[in-house]
């Protein structure tokens, strides 16, 4: 198993590691209704695979704030503990 050498790394589900974790925020106007909408998400630059091999380029995620993939197959986003 891939040790986490800092706490803004985190793995996925299916193996992948994940640096730069953070929580980011998307407001925008809808264009029907004229309302303000924001969406909160949690990125991540996944750098290595389930084999720890380095991807070259990293490449960056999204998923929900439970941790579920948004659009991507490199699996849900183990949370753990935040402290």
Same mark, same amino acid.
């Given at each position: ?8 790394? =985190?793995? +996925?589900?299916?193996? !992948? ?10 407001? /925008? #106007? ?14 991540? =630059?996944? +750098?290595?695979?389930? !084999? ?10 999204? /998923? #929900? ?19």
């Amino acid at each position: 198993m891939t040790h986490l050498s800092h706490p803004n790394h =985190r793995l +996925t589900s299916t193996g !992948y590691y994940v640096c730069a974790v953070k929580r980011g925020e998307l407001t /925008w #106007r809808d264009n029907r209704t004229n309302e303000l909408k924001t969406i909160k998400y949690i990125s991540g =630059r996944i +750098t290595k695979s389930p !084999y720890n091999e380095s991807l070259h380029p990293a490449q960056w995620a999204k /998923w #929900r704030l439970d941790g579920r993939a948004i659009k991507h197959e490199f699996g849900d986003l183990i949370l753990g503990s935040e402290k």
